[in-house]
């Protein structure tokens, strides 16, 4: 389970900035250590943003990625980088909540298994007669 969290709001729009904070506090309480990124997008439609740090990466001190989805601009380094410290962060990760949602996953996985491949000689079930 190592998926970085990325912060993504519009340049354009300050309400789509404006309560990022609270909720990157919210998920520290209980994710203290998944990476997280900032991302400030739509940078095509005004390039003077790309002269603002952005108090909430700042304070956070978050990675702050100036991004286009449109022209593409940052796009690929973001999700390299993103991808990155995911896989970092997995290799090192001692947070308790990972173990338990990797557990959950995979008793997930072990059901889709079961699921995909029922096995033919369960208990109770009708097995169909065999051709003599
Ligand atoms: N100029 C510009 N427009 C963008 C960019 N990224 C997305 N848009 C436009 O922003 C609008 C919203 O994009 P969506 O992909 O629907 O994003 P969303 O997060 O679902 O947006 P909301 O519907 O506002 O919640 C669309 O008209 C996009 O074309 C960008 O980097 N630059």
Do not use: H
């Amino acid at each position: 389970m190592a998926r970085p969290s990325l912060w993504v709001f519009d340049v354009q729009r300050k309400i789509t900035y404006k309560n990022l904070s609270t909720w990157y506090t919210e998920l520290r309480e209980f994710r203290p250590e998944i990476p997280c990124v900032v991302v400030a997008n739509k940078i095509d439609a005004d390039m003077k943003m790309t002269q603002k740090s952005f108090n909430f990466a700042r304070k956070f001190s978050l990675p702050l990625y100036f991004v286009s989805a449109a022209d593409g601009t940052n796009v690929v380094k973001l999700f390299n980088d993103a991808i990155r410290l995911a896989v970092s962060y997995k290799q090192n990760s001692r947070d308790f909540m990972d173990e338990v949602l990797q557990e959950l996953e995979n008793i997930n996985l072990k059901q889709e298994e079961e699921e995909e491949m029922p096995d033919k000689e369960q208990p109770g079930r009708i097995q169909s007669p065999s051709p003599s």
